[in-house]
């Protein structure tokens, strides 16, 4: 197996990872108001930690693979950008909302994040 994951390039590796954390991340911060909207609080929050373990479960791996080649801060423009690449979809689809063009500028913002931290790599 590690001779697979040693042919997958860190940033590909730490990115995927990321995204699978964040799927968690989303669903745990966001699920629970469209599936627990009637249930206490305190019940919605176990939910939410029990599922953000496995966001845990990935994230702080991603994190170590991809800092062996990424700086902190590339590291959290990549998670920052996935995050809303993630919400964006998720939001729209699972939570019915409506899209909104402020969701692309948001994207476009997101970009020139990207270009500065990366420029200097």
């Known amino acids: 197996m590690q001779h697979v994951l040693a042919l997958i390039p860190i940033p590909v590796q730490a990115g995927f990872l990321l995204v699978l954390s964040n799927c968690f991340m989303t669903y745990a911060w966001y699920g ?4 627990l909207a009637t249930t206490p609080w305190y019940i919605a929050a176990i939910a939410s930690w029990s599922i953000a373990l496995f966001e845990y479960l990935l994230q702080v791996p991603a994190n170590r693979i991809g800092y062996t080649e990424l700086s902190l801060a590339q590291l ?12 964006i979809p998720f939001s729209v689809m699972y939570m019915r909302e409506s899209f909104k063009m402020d969701f692309v500028y948001a994207a476009l913002c997101m970009v020139g994040a990207v270009y500065f931290v990366f420029r200097s790599a």
């Open 76 to 87: 959290k423009i990549m998670q920052e950008v996935i995050s809303l690449s993630v919400f």
């Open 32 to 35: 629970h108001l469209r599936n």
